[in-house]
């Protein structure tokens, strides 16, 4: 079971930790930390940067660098959930195309429990972006 906890400190802002420790500030008002719902997207470039990551480096790609950028558009109405979602990902060093591509899929099909929890409610696409360094 993975637990969190958020304690409030001052107007829209909350102390937050899980199950690792390491403590966050999420502000609905962005002034002192992010918002919960760029958290969310936060936690989707993680999850599946995790995924790619963990793929290419057993299939021994020479890659020396990997970012992950999401674009979301969210609902007119509340709860304004994520509708679309563009990720992309920016990847360098002298890689095999098929590798990435597959290591995105896999990410996106099987490996992110992120992905698969937003896919409830979003069209979530790919781009990848080769940067040969």
Not at 77 to 84: A, E, I, K, L, Q
């Given at each position: 079971m993975t637990k969190a906890s958020a304690k409030w400190q001052e107007k829209q802002v909350f102390d937050a930790i899980a199950d690792s420790g390491h403590p966050i500030v999420a502000d609905g008002d962005k002034a002192k930390g992010n918002s919960p719902v760029e958290l969310v997207l936060i936690g989707l470039c993680g999850c599946t940067g995790y995924d790619v990551v963990s793929i290419l480096q057993k299939k021994r790609e020479p890659f020396t660098s990997l970012e992950i950028r999401a674009e979301a558009e969210r609902a007119k109405?509340?709860?304004?959930?994520?509708?679309?979602?563009?990720?992309?990902?920016?990847?360098?060093?002298?890689v095999s195309h098929k590798a990435v591509e597959d290591a995105v899929r896999l990410s996106k099909e099987k490996y992110c429990s992120v992905s698969a929890m937003l896919e409830k409610t979003a069209k979530i696409t790919a781009e990848i972006e080769y940067i040969n360094s």
């Open positions: 109405d509340p709860p304004s959930v994520f509708t679309r979602i563009k990720l992309t990902y920016r990847i360098g060093g002298k």
